[in-house]
Structure formats: structure tokens, C-alpha cells
């Protein structure tokens, strides 16, 4: 009688590599839209900064122009790196705490354009923060939007 010799295999049967790809397929499912909205929140953490930056270019524009707001092409200062998803203008027809109003509204291509949540975001004089959905309607929850 001859003993049979014991080979060791290795590697991975076609059932375990099956249970790992489903495995990875289920954890992308979860993951990959949540990362969507960590990166669009992300980015307007960034726009908040940016309105910001230029409130503060505005008004040295003001005080070094005879007393007159730049419009929409000097609203961006030479040295600010503003955010590309969003295009910014200026609303300088207003008086008191609204005698400029900067806004940053996501461009179409972007994926801000999807924020439900904040679409438009402003900063007037006074810096309040202002915010608005896609059809231009108010919202009132600050702590919603602003960081």
C-alpha cells in the first residue's frame, strides 16, 4: 500500500474571491456617496472663506477708490484664490447694512450646483451671511450653511 503524499495549495478559490469583490462592491455603495457630500461641504466651507476674503478686498477697494465699490471684474483681487466651482458677483445697489451684497453662486458644471441644502451663499456689508436654495428662495438657518 502506497501513502499518498499531502500537496499544500495555495491561493484563493474562485468562491472567496467572489465574496471579497461583494464585499468591497457593498462597502463602495455605502462609502462613495458619503464622500460626495463630505467634498461638497467641504467646498463651501471654502466659498465661506472666500466671501470673506472678499468682504475685506471690497472694502479696501472702497476706502482707496473715492469712496465707490468695484464691480463684478474688480471684485476678485489680484492676490485671492477664490474657489473655481462657484462664480462670484456684486450687488452694489443697496443702502446700510446691505450697501453691498458679495454672492457666490455654484457654476452649472460644478458639483455644488446639486447642494440642496445651500446653493447660493452671500455676505452683505454688515456681514450677515445669507443663504438660498436653487430657485432663489431665502433660507433662514444660518447653522445649516455657515460653519
Request: glycine content about 4%.
Given at each position: 500500500m502506497m501513502l499518498r503524499k499531502r500537496t499544500l495549495h495555495?491561493?484563493?478559490?474562485?468562491?472567496?474571491?467572489?465574496?471579497?469583490?461583494a464585499i468591497v462592491g457593498a462597502l463602495a455603495t455605502i462609502a462613495i456617496p458619503a464622500m460626495g457630500s463630505y467634498?461638497?461641504?467641504?467646498?463651501?466651507s471654502r466659498v465661506q472663506v472666500?466671501?470673506?476674503?472678499?468682504?475685506?478686498?471690497?472694502?479696501?477697494?472702497f476706502t482707496e477708490n473715492n469712496w465707490t465699490f468695484p464691480d463684478n471684474k474688480k471684485l476678485i483681487c489680484s492676490k485671492c484664490k477664490v474657489s473655481e466651482?462657484?462664480?462670484?458677483?456684486?450687488?452694489?445697489?443697496?443702502?446700510?447694512?446691505?450697501?453691498?451684497?458679495?454672492?457666490?453662486?455654484?457654476?452649472?458644471?460644478?458639483?455644488?450646483?446639486?447642494?440642496?441644502?445651500?446653493?447660493t451663499m452671500a455676505i452683505n456689508a454688515a456681514s450677515e451671511q445669507l443663504n438660498f436654495k436653487k430657485d432663489g428662495a431665502g433660507i433662514s438657518d444660518n447653522n445649516k450653511c455657515w460653519i
Open positions: 495555495t491561493g484563493m478559490t474562485l468562491i472567496e474571491i467572489l465574496i471579497t469583490v467634498l461638497v461641504k467641504s467646498e463651501r472666500d466671501l470673506y476674503q472678499l468682504q475685506v478686498h471690497t472694502e479696501q477697494f466651482e462657484y462664480d462670484f458677483s456684486i450687488d452694489t445697489s443697496g443702502t446700510g447694512n446691505s450697501a453691498y451684497v458679495i454672492n457666490a453662486k455654484p457654476k452649472s458644471t460644478s458639483r455644488q450646483d446639486n447642494d440642496k441644502d445651500c446653493h
